[in-house]
């Protein structure tokens, strides 16, 4: 698929803008502060309907605005649609060809993009959450439908949370939020580690292509729901939660179930995490993004990839063998750097590039 128009009103610091975008690679550049990373998070609001960086829609719009829209074309094999998404205060509405969106998975069938922010390096060196987080992520751009076993799941915890944390909490109750609990967990981890065995081996090649050199990567998914099937795990977290649940009504709060599952990453044997350098943890999270890229290839979906200031992330052998990657993936990529330069050669006729200033932008050569 491919954004081959993108319009904005009152989208952060950006003016109006009205782009065509009909190019494999799409370079924004520009000097720090311009607005390119706000660019990339028009495009990303528009696939995902969530922002890039921060968690509240509001701060996507222009600061004294009271709305914004981003509008986008986007071709894929089925033939071309026209998105849109409309912000006020800290609600979002979604259109498809003029008409708003009752069922999100309608929308998301014309739409996915995957994307790299220097930030990203945290879902390496924090803790569990983010990297629970970009699991769920690739496994929802695998299929929309992941987002509904993540809510069901986040249903249940909050409501076990609650009973645990109240005065008396009701046995029979608890019972039944732990047997949802068991279903919920082990369909939810099932189709996590179905992800990322689809990844892994991706990972693993990707990182020793931008790399430059052989490091031996694990990619492990650690859970208590252990098992070969969807059932099996369910009985494994329902034998799990009777034996904590002393231990949590003791605590009061959860103690078993998937929000406490790790996704392991090891670079020669240690944890990637304690031991990275930065550049190794930069290489890893690119690999596991752009793995995300060539698994969905095997689908054959092409999600668009966003890659945000790229200048600042890797030395020039990587940043030219990421190039090379990204120019054999046939997915279009929209990428910010404060100097193009860094990019390389990209292929000729394939590229739009756009200069931002002070939210203005201009298609310059
Ligand atoms: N809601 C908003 N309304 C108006 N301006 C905003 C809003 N949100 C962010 N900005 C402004 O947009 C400017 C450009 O931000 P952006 O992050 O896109 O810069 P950039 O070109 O990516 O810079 P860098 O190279 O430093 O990453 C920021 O200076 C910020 O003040
Ligand atoms: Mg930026």
Redesign the pocket.
């Known amino acids: 698929m491919r954004l081959v128009r993108l319009v904005t009103q009152g ?3 950006l003016d109006g803008l009205d782009l065509q975008t009909d190019a494999r690679f799409v370079v924004v550049h ?12 028009a495009v990303w609001l528009l696939a995902t309907l969530r922002p890039l ?1 921060s968690h509240r829609v509001r ?7 009271e709305q914004a829209t981003v509008s986008g074309w986007v071709r894929g094999e089925a033939g071309t649609r026209h998105l849109r998404v409309d912000l006020g205060g800290p609600r979002r509405t979604a259109q498809l060809d003029g008409k708003a969106v009752g069922d999100l998975d309608d929308y998301f069938a014309w739409v996915r993009a995957i994307a790299f922010t ?1 930030a990203d390096g945290a879902i390496v060196t924090e803790g569990p959450a983010l990297r629970r987080t970009w699991l769920d992520r690739a496994a929802f751009t695998a299929q929309p439908a992941h987002l509904g076993r993540v809510r069901e799941l986040q249903r249940v915890l909050a409501q076990k949370s609650a009973l645990l944390a109240s005065d008396r909490p009701d046995t029979a109750l608890l019972d039944v939020l732990d047997q949802q609990l068991a279903r919920a967990g082990a369909a939810l981890v099932e189709a996590r580690v179905q992800t990322l065995r689809a990844l892994a081996p991706h990972v693993r090649t990707l990182h020793r292509a931008i790399a430059g050199l052989e490091v031996d990567v694990q990619v492990r998914y650690r859970t208590e729901a252990t098992g070969d099937d969807p059932a099996a795990r369910q009985e494994a977290l329902a034998v799990r939660l009777r034996s904590a649940r002393r231990d949590e009504l003791r605590r009061r709060r959860t103690l078993v179930g998937p929000q406490k599952d790790e996704v392991r990453l090891d670079l020669e044997g240690h944890a990637a995490r304690h031991f990275g350098s930065r550049g190794q943890v930069r290489s890893l999270v690119l690999a596991m993004k752009l793995a995300e890229l060539v698994a969905a290839r095997a689908r054959g979906d092409r999600p668009i990839f966003l890659l ?2 790229l200048s ?1 992330e890797l030395d020039r052998a990587r940043t030219a063998r990421l190039v090379e990657q990204l120019v054999d993936l046939d997915a279009q990529v929209w990428v ?1 750097t ?1 100097d193009p330069a860094h990019l390389g050669a990209l292929p000729p006729g394939e590229v739009v590039t756009l200069g ?1 200033a002070e ?1 203005r932008v201009t298609v310059s050569d």
């Open positions: 989208f952060r610091n520009g000097p720090n502060a311009q607005g390119k990373t706000n660019l990339l998070e960086r701060d996507l719009v222009t600061w004294e605005q220097p945000d200031d600042s910010s404060t931002v939210g």
